[in-house]
């Protein structure tokens, strides 16, 4: 059974950091290019960050540059988001996703072009 999960959500003030951690088992996730995306409330699901299978090269949507940073430690099938200057727009449920390609050097995905998610996990930045 092929599974992510999330962690290291919470609630924190304007400004803080939280660094969310996303563990895969049940596949070779260090085959593929794995991301993050979130979904705030009324809002459809968007890219956040992702980073090649090897970790080579990253990307990251236009609103988190200079604030997040993805990374993964493929000895332990794990992938990171560390989220720094967080700001009260960053509010959202964030998951984890891997793209369905192995190898890829694709640094932006789109939700279509991944096919096992996490459940999310809740990130609340208060003023």
């Known amino acids: 059974q092929v599974q992510l999960v999330e962690s290291g959500g919470g609630l924190v003030q304007a400004g803080d950091s939280l660094r969310l951690s996303c563990a895969g088992s049940?596949?070779?996730?260090?085959?593929?290019?794995m991301g993050w995306f979130r979904q705030a409330p009324g809002k459809e699901r968007e890219f956040v960050a992702a980073?090649?299978?090897?970790?080579?090269?990253?990307g990251y949507a236009d609103s988190v540059k200079g604030r997040f940073t993805v990374s993964r430690d493929n000895a332990k099938n794990t992938v990171y988001l560390q989220m720094n200057s967080l700001k009260p727009e960053d509010t959202a449920v964030y998951y984890c996703?891997?793209?369905?390609?192995?190898?890829?050097?694709?640094?932006?995905?789109?939700?279509?072009?991944?096919?096992?998610w996490g459940q999310g996990t809740q990130v609340t930045v208060s003023t």
């Open positions: 996703a891997s793209g369905r390609i192995r190898f890829t050097r694709a640094t932006i995905l789109r939700a279509n072009d991944c096919d096992y």
């Open positions: 049940g596949r070779t996730f260090s085959w593929y290019t």
């Open positions: 980073i090649t299978w090897n970790g080579g090269s990253t």
